[in-house]
Every structure is written in C-alpha cells, then in structure tokens.
C-alpha cells in the first residue's frame, strides 16, 4: 500500500511540473464565454482548483491545477499533523511548519493562477525579462503604522548589483521621525534562471541560495538587532504547468538564520534567537521585453524580525502567522520605474520607490 | 486593464488582513479599566488598582474575587445599611478583614469562611450615628503582608480541556506545606467561555491557597473576553512580602501600547526590590523556529529592554506546553505550561508545575520544577 502511495505522489508530481509542451494553443478558449468560466474559476475554483481552466477547455492544465492543489492539501495536512502530534516540539517544528506553510502557498498558487489566467482579459499577462541588468537603483518612502513604534516614516534605498550568476543587494531603510535605520545586506548565487548578462534563460524561473544580513538599531527603543540568515528561494513559471497559465509564477523561499539581540540596560545579556525563514509567493509579470514591463506579486513571510513583524490576529490564533504583501515593480520606460508595496503583519506598512537603471535590458 | 489587476491583487490582501488587526488589544484593555469600579443608584464601589473582579452585589452585599493576597475596596453609601456583607473569594487562609468609615471611626467587622478558608464573609456593622450616607473602607490582607520574611509561591498555566485531570495537580500542590499562593500564566480554559471559567474556578475550590492569573490566547476564543468579568484584569500589579508581583496581558501574543505606562510606573515602584513579571506568550520562544512567541520580535526586545532596565528579577511564562529554563536580556526566565493541556512530545516532561523560593532581600533563591506525571 505505502510503495503505490509514493508511485501516486511522484506521478502527480511529475504530471504537474513536465513542461507543457503538447499543450492545446491556450489563445483560443473553448467552453464558457471568458467572463462565466472566471465567475467558476473564482467560486467553485475556490475549492476545486482549476475549474477556470477546464471552463475555457483547458482540461490538461486544469488536472494538473488540481493535481497541484491536493499535494498542496496533502502537504498542510501532513505538516498539521506534524505539529498536532508532536505538540510543536522544539525538535521537529521547523519541517512541519514548512510543509504547512509549502502547501498553504501551493494551495494559494494554483488557485490565483487560475483566477488570474481567467480573469484578466487576454494579453494583460506579460513575459518575464529573461535577462537582468547590471545594476538596480532604488530610492523612495515608507510609512508605517505600528502602535507599539516611535517612527512612522523611512527614507529606502538599495541596489542589486549583478555579475553573471552572482548579486549583492544592499538597503537602508533610515527613519525621518526617530532614531532607528534597518541595514540589510544580501547577497544570491543563481543556480538556475535569468542572471546578468547576454545569455537569456527560458523563463523567469529560478533557484537561488540567498545570505541575509539584517542589522537593526532602535536607538529609541535601546536596542540592537543583528539576524544572518541562509535561503534556498525559487521562482517557477506556471506556463511550465500550462502554456495558458503563462505570465503567472509560484515562489517559495526555506531557511534558517540566527538573531542577536542586545540592550542597552546595565547587566543585561544579548538574546540569540533562531530564524525560521519562510516565504511563498504568487505573482504576474506584466509587459514583454520592452517598456512598460515588470511584475506584481503577493507574498506570505513568516519572519517575524520584519519591519512590520507577525499578524495580531484576533483570538486564540495569536502569533501563528507571520505577514502578508504585495508588491508591484514597473519600469515605464526601458531605464526609469516605479515600484509599490504594501505590508501587514503587526503593523501596517506602505511604500513608493522610483526605480533606475543605467542600462536597458540586452 | 489596470482595473482589474489592481482588483485581483486588492482582493487577495484585503481578504487575508481583515483577519490582521494592529489593535487586537485595544477593545479589551479599555474594558479592563473598568473592573474593580461600579456605582448604581445608592452605592458606588472601587476597589484601588482594580484588584478584585466584582461578581455581583446589592445594596448591603457585593461578592469579589481577589485578584491579591492585599486589597482595599472603598465603598459609598446613600442609605447605609446596619450591616454591609463582603463576600470575598480567593483570599489567603489568614487574611483579616479592618474597616473604618469615611470619618475614620473603626468598624467592627465579623469575618468567618465560606465553605474553604479562602472564601470569606466579613460583615462589616454600621453605626447608625454615621448616618444615612456613609463611606466606608474595608482592607483584607494577612499579618505577613508588609513583612519581609521569605516565602514560597507557585506557578502554573496551560490547563485548557485538561481540567478535568487538574486536581491531581492541585492535590500535589496540597501536600507543600510552605505554598502561599499560585501564579497563573494564562490558559485556564480551552474557549474562554463563561462555562468553562466557571468549571476551572470549581476545580481551582480543591486549592487550599488563593491562586492570582492572567489570561492566555485561549481565553480569548469566546464572544466576549470573560475573564474579565469573573477573575479581573489581565494587567495589574500587587506587592505581597516586600515583593513586586506583576502580571500582564500578552494574550494577542502583545502588549497593548496602553499599557506600557502603567507598566513603567510598576518597573519604577519595583526596581529596588524583588520584582516577578509574568504573562502568558513569551517575548521570545527559546525555539525560534516555533516562535510561540510574540508576533513582532522588535516589541519583544522593546519590552525586554523595559523589564531589564527595571531591574526585573524573574520573568515567567506559560503557552509553550512544556518546561523550559532560559534567561532573557539576562533575566532569568521560565516557561512551564504543564497544566495538562496538549502537551509538546520528546521533551522529557508532562504535567508539572513549579515553586519559587523568594527572599525579599537577598530576590529569588530558589526555583523548582514539580513533575506530576
């Protein structure tokens, strides 16, 4: 019985991630007219993923849709019973948390991408660059409403900064109203996917080992924070899935890092806590290879040494979920962009950066 | 077009932050500041600091449950009775009841138990000589109150649907002889429902010293936060034997902005004492990648900062259903939430709870782990 499980799942793995290369021409929809196969992919797709697919007669994207969803299903219910039958011990909680939270974003993901590839009236959905520039500039404002924090306001700035496979990307977020800045250092090493340079890769798809470093200083709060933190983050094109899910991608992000924390009260002793990083992500990229173009993604983080932290969700629930956003980066012309976030978890979190290139995409 | 990827991208972030509110605490922390208050036509009654949960009263009679080994309840009447009734729960087995009217005539009051000897009835007579309207004020605290001599407490949380297995853990708190009272770090109940708190205060009748909580994220999971109304606020501070004892609201796995001012006031009176500060959801989980912990490491540092520049002795904790011996901003910290609820597995622990021995001069000497199971 167990061996015909595991034969089961891999098959259905396998069936969900082959590239759709036999895929029916996605441009022309059979079935419902594009606004009621939307109202079913919205709705009843809400529980049986991928119902917009099959109501515009794409039934091989809609299996694999739904194949997709119940490992995401099975994956949140493996993990769930993880932590309920291990009472979240100190000693297992980490894959447990990660299966639930890999299968929630899984969840998520085929249920948006449907939504999205329904809805959206056709050519709205874009192609990934498939090639990055050198250089990032980004430079703008966040506002933060955190009842617990003496600033609301913080002057951003960063750039990632390419070679080859290889990208460093610093960020100060300094506050105008108080004492605090947030100093971020990463740096990513691409396996696999669109890195700088004349080589294009097939899609937005990629796999990345990311190191963090955030440093913290709550001048008025009298303390100081430092996390480092080590990631394995990927991207997957849906169109991989289903030609007529193209512009659509899936991400997720598992790590673990350490955070110091210090204080300035006598005899007080620095505090070393564990990171659990993990994020899953469901975007859209808009544009094609020249301007406007970019890409538009709502995101689950599950750290909790944020900006903005953890959600305070109301009830007994407190302090599971980390936070949610969404983020949208457009480049109206090839050099010159504009991006937007939004956050919440323990505090809400808006912001507007105008984004620089000094060179268009080759 | 824009239109209608702005709608897809609003709709999926609304849905999932209307769950997300930054002022999950403030509803409740505000009804919090009424507890211990009331007037009706006739009689208006306080109680300093909030340190009793009025239960019900009349007239000639109101019912308290103590939220401190000391309180003090001020009283006004319109139309005095010859004898006003106070029915107080949860008070040491040697406290002793002192009244004196607004002119500063002493009352007599007869004091004797109500079933336990924690459960006690002071009636408190009236001299008609006082007149029609009356204050009167009554103090209910045991000869050891404003002492300094050593003495030794309990700590105990996470009960929730095990309640019906916890007087096995309350028959082994009854066999230490030096026990003055418990500390509950939250979790009395699975819901917070009005029931369930009823079953865990019949339960908690089998303890034979008085037991002070504050709430946990359970009790939260009900129409309206209960708790308040039958055991008091979930934010206050007392001092019993020269020590600062000072419970707070981290039940949203937080602590309402609100509070940090009364806090620093408590920080301030307890720095050049021994001081306890306890509260359900840790600041930081010693396992961080559970992070059973508050929702925002950055207020847990803030408020760690806050605790050790106060000079905090001890700090204890419930939520996480285990046993853990840490130190946070290098004060030393508890975790035990071995009331009986779903316990965490391969831990080496089950249901327990612990035992502080403090001297009021020297800070806590001694703390001990109590395995049941």
Known sequence: MNRRWVVA???????????????PDPRRDRGFPRPVAAAIAVVPGAVVHGLGRYATGDTRTGHRLLLAEGLGVSAFALGGAGLLGTGASRHTVAPFAALVGLGLGTFFATYLADVAATSLP????GRAQRTLPLLEVHAGVRVL????????????????LRSGRFRVSPEASVALDD?????????AWRFLGPTEGRRRSQDGTFLDAELDVLHVRAISDRTVSTSGVLSLHGRYDLARVGRSLAGTFAEGALGWGLQRVGYAAPAAEPDAIDVFDMRVAFGVYHGRRRAPFGETKVTYDHRRDTLVGGMKVPGR???????????????????????????????WMGGLSILWRPEAAP | MIAWRKGIGAVAVV????????GVTRERTEEEAAIGSTSAPGIAIRVADGLAALRDGTLDRIHLRAGAPAIDVHVELANAPETFHFEIDNVLPDARCTAIAGDGTSLFVKAEARGRSLDKTCDVSIPRELGPAVTLDLHVASDDDGSAEPFTFGLLADVQEAVGEVDAIYARMGEEADLRFVLFSGDLTRGGSREELLEFERHEKRLDVPLYATLGNHELGSDRVHFHDLYGRGNYSFVYRSTRFTLLDSASATIDPAIYDRLDAWLGAGRHGVHVVAM????FDPSGFRNGAFASRSEAAKLLERLA???VDLTLYGHVHSYYAFANAGIPAYISGGGGAIPERLDGIGRHYMKFHVDPIRGVRDATVVRVD
Do not use: K, N
């Open chain 1, 179 to 187: 004492a605090h800045g947030r100093y971020d250092v990463g740096a």
């Open chain 1, 9 to 23: 799942t891999v098959l259905a793995v396998v069936s969900v991630v082959r590239p759709a290369a036999a895929d």
């Open chain 1, 317 to 347: 629930a407190a302090g599971i979920l980390g936070s949610v956003g969404l983020t949208s980066r457009v480049y109206v012309t090839p050099r010159l962009g504009v991006a937007a976030e939004v956050a919440v978890g323990s505090a």
């Open chain 2, 15 to 22: 849905a999932t932050t209307s769950m997300a509110c930054t």
């Open chain 1, 122 to 125: 056709e050519g709205t959905l």
């Open chain 2, 280 to 283: 359900h959801v840790p600041p």
């Open chain 2, 309 to 311: 520049e106060g000079r």
């Open chain 1, 145 to 160: 409403h955190d009842p617990t924090a003496s600033y609301g306001v913080l002057a951003v700035q960063g750039f990632d």
